[in-house]
């Protein structure tokens, strides 16, 4: 449950720095939800167990964390006149809002990271990484890059929030495909 509740506090109040996802990206790609993701492909350990990975993480549980009564107090005491679960000041860091498509109840999914994957989906895509950058899929260069991305929620804008260690949680949700030898 405390872990819960830091996950609602770490990103709910994160409004101005947090960009909203919408329906489509700017090359047309739309969302297309973790069972299309991960359920589809990136369950192996061939390809890293990337969904198990992201299962026993806070982001798969995070649109939890926001029906919970302590959520509801943290909002109602930032002045939200909604149930934490239904503000979009919550919303924006504990889901990906797309469209109908997506459940929101997933919570922070694979293209929260990684771009809508309408684009890049295909597997004949997906095993060439320049064709899937091309195609729509997000790259980040290093890790101060992927830190910058974690702190658009991950930050101090949060009613709860703690001392963020990016590299004590990249270690926790880090999901490379092994190297092949």
């Not at 509740?5 to 909203?20: D, G, K, Q």
């Not at 890790?143 to 804008?157: D, M, P, W």
């Not at 990249?170 to 490379?176: A, L, T, V, Y």
Request: overall charge positive; charged content about 25%.
């Amino acid at each position: 449950m405390k872990k819960a509740i830091a996950l609602f506090a770490v990103a709910a109040s994160v409004a101005s720095s947090a960009t909203s996802v919408g329906a489509q990206d700017n090359a047309g790609n739309t969302y297309l939800g973790v069972k299309a993701c991960a359920g589809m492909c990136h369950k192996t350990e061939k390809q890293g167990n990337q969904l198990g990975i992201w299962e026993k993480t806070g982001h798969a549980q995070a649109y939890t964390a926001l029906t919970t009564a302590k959520a509801n107090d943290i909002a109602k005491a930032k002045g939200l006149t909604s149930p934490a679960a239904d503000a979009p000041e919550c919303l924006q860091c504990h889901t990906l809002k797309a469209d109908a498509k997506v459940d929101i109840k997933d919570g922070v999914q694979c293209e929260v990271c990684h771009g809508p994957g309408s684009g890049y989906k295909n597997m004949s895509v997906m095993k060439d990484k320049a064709k899937a950058i091309a195609a729509g899929m997000t790259e980040y260069k290093d890790n101060a890059a992927i830190e910058r991305q974690c702190r658009t929620c991950h930050n101090e804008k949060s009613p709860t929030y703690k001392e963020f260690n990016f590299e004590e949680r990249w270690g926790k949700i880090r999901h490379s495909v092994p190297k092949t030898p």
